[in-house]
């Protein structure tokens, strides 16, 4: 039997399910390049890059084996531009007897898949995606059995679960998270380590022309590019990591800093995304190196939350309500995304510095995503699908099932508080305490009305005061609420009329 082994573009792991078993004599591997996938939405031009790039390399690496691979690139003649147009056009070339997939990482290509078969007349088996910690099914399970689905019940399941920092059934030192350690403004004087990065080869070079050309439209700078595009540079990128940036980590992973494209943060997420690492390979490093004394318990514990709890609970949550969880909009937001997303012009630096960083690197890391871009579009009342769809354009590591659920749940709000217990609403005061941002800003975060004020001051009473009747029973939201309450109504006049101003001028420029 001649079996056709399907590989995505964000499957790019040697002990993928579909490549078990596999027949080097008979069995041929397919990997393709379409422009269904760089297109669906406007892709940053590195996203598309490092992920073409990763998979010629990776193609390379099973050749090297001696697997046969059938890999079509995006320019090939007759490349028919979509997933079921190349299996189609394959399973003619290699007369195979089966197709074997592994699940895909998003909704619309596993609906996609279910069609094969019947598309086809030959038997297609889609096997499960292990590479993750908790299994489909099982998270389906654990929602079933409880009343709250909250990350922190299901991080606490996990810990039990692989026994990382764990003292038999009790949390490592005594509490189960040390987020209240982890919110460390960045000092003026701290060296914050470079960061590393990696030269382009011949093949990635000629997938730059090849971006260049076809997609030069689409956001982004590609001339900055400096991801890894091997399983070997990923892994150097983990050490890297782990030696020089995960000892503060956690103490300063809410900080904020300009010109602090990635502090200390681990820049590991397009790797892990794509396959290139594992997210039990990069927790174990990091526990190891809190064995040896090398790094604190707050920030091994801190980096541990953020994959084994919080990566592994959005994928869970994505699969477990999608389709319909999409089309949630418990806040009804319904504005324009506001241009500057795109252009980086605006006079708020906070919004200036973390777009234009997204712009060099398409890579932000999660505090500029939720407090800054996040916090300003859930203020403006923006549509959902259209803040969602600028995060899977704009980041390297933005895959559907990673970034719809932090967008459109965390973010926005938008699931009604399904993954959050709250809006994570905030002024300028919370992003002038954690950034330097405000410093010499055309804005003040310490004035509350009027010209020189801070955009956020007033949309963030702007926001409470639109949203009362949504919010206000919410009991972590009881002392923002009392503190309305008892403001003058003049002054809650002024400020529904500049946050009405504010965001008309912003509209403006849409038409």
Not at 31 to 45: D, G, L
Not at 154 to 167: A, E, I, S
Not at 362 to 369: G, L, P, V
Not at 436 to 444: I, P, S
């Amino acid at each position: 039997m001649k079996t056709l082994r399907l590989i995505l573009g964000d499957q790019l792991s040697r002990p993928l399910s579909a490549l078990r078993g596999i027949d080097r004599a008979r069995d041929v591997v397919l990997m393709v390049e379409v422009s269904e996938e760089a297109t669906y939405v406007r892709h940053h031009k590195q996203k598309i890059v490092f992920v073409l790039s990763a998979m010629r390399h990776f193609a390379e690496s099973l050749r090297a084996e001696g697997i046969d691979v059938d890999y079509v690139r995006l320019n090939e003649k007759g490349n028919t531009g979509s997933f079921t147009g190349e299996l189609g056009r394959a399973l003619s070339r290699h007369k195979a007897d089966r197709i074997v997939a592994t699940e895909p990482g998003e909704y619309r290509v596993w609906e996609t898949m279910q069609s094969w078969e019947n598309a086809f007349g030959t038997p297609v088996e889609i096997r499960e995606d292990d590479r993750f910690l908790c299994s489909r099914a099982e998270f389906a399970r654990w929602v079933k059995e409880r009343k709250s689905v909250r990350m922190e019940f299901f991080y606490r399941h996990m810990r039990r679960k692989t026994g990382w920092l764990m003292k038999g059934d009790k949390p490592e030192g005594g509490k189960w998270n040390y987020d209240a350690l982890n919110r460390k403004a960045m000092p003026r004087n701290i060296k914050v380590p470079s960061r590393r990065r990696f030269n382009s080869d011949a093949m990635t070079r000629d997938v730059m022309m090849l971006v260049r050309k076809r997609f030069g439209g689409h956001f982004g700078d590609w001339q900055s590019f400096g991801w890894g595009v091997t399983r070997k540079d990923a892994r150097k990128a983990l050490r890297h990591f782990i030696t020089n940036c995960l000892p503060r980590f956690g103490e300063y992973q809410d900080a904020m800093k300009t010109g602090g494209d990635f502090l200390f943060h681990s820049v590991l997420s397009p790797y892990l995304n794509i396959g290139l690492l594992g997210p039990k390979e990069v927790c174990e490093e990091a526990l190891e190196a809190y064995r040896k004394g090398s790094a604190p318990l707050p920030a091994v514990e801190g980096f541990v939350r953020q994959i084994l709890g919080w990566r592994e609970y959005v994928r869970g949550i994505y699969w477990t309500k999608m389709p319909a969880y999409a089309q949630s909009n418990f806040l009804q937001a319904d504005r324009p995304l506001p241009e500057f997303y795109w252009t980086g012009k605006t006079d708020m630096s906070c919004l200036r510095e973390t777009i234009e960083a997204t712009r060099r690197n398409a890579y932000a890391h999660h505090i500029q995503r939720l407090m800054i871009t996040g916090n300003f579009a859930l203020l403006a009342g923006v549509a959902p699908a259209q803040v969602e769809e600028w995060y899977l354009v704009v980041y390297a590591d933005a895959f559907e099932w990673v970034e719809l659920p932090n967008t459109h749940g965390m973010a926005l709000y938008a699931d009604g508080g399904l993954l959050g217990s709250k809006p994570y609403a905030a002024s300028g005061a919370y992003i002038d305490r954690m950034s330097d941002y405000c410093h010499g800003c055309a804005y003040d975060p310490k004035v509350k009305l009027g010209t020189k004020a801070c955009p956020f001051n007033y949309l963030y009473w702007y926001f409470l005061i639109v949203n009362e009747r949504r919010l206000a029973q919410n009991p972590r939201m009881g002392m923002p609420y009392r503190t309305l309450a008892r403001m003058a109504g003049d002054r809650r006049q002024q400020i529904v009329q500049e946050a009405q101003e504010f965001l008309d001028r912003l509209e403006s420029k849409y038409r």
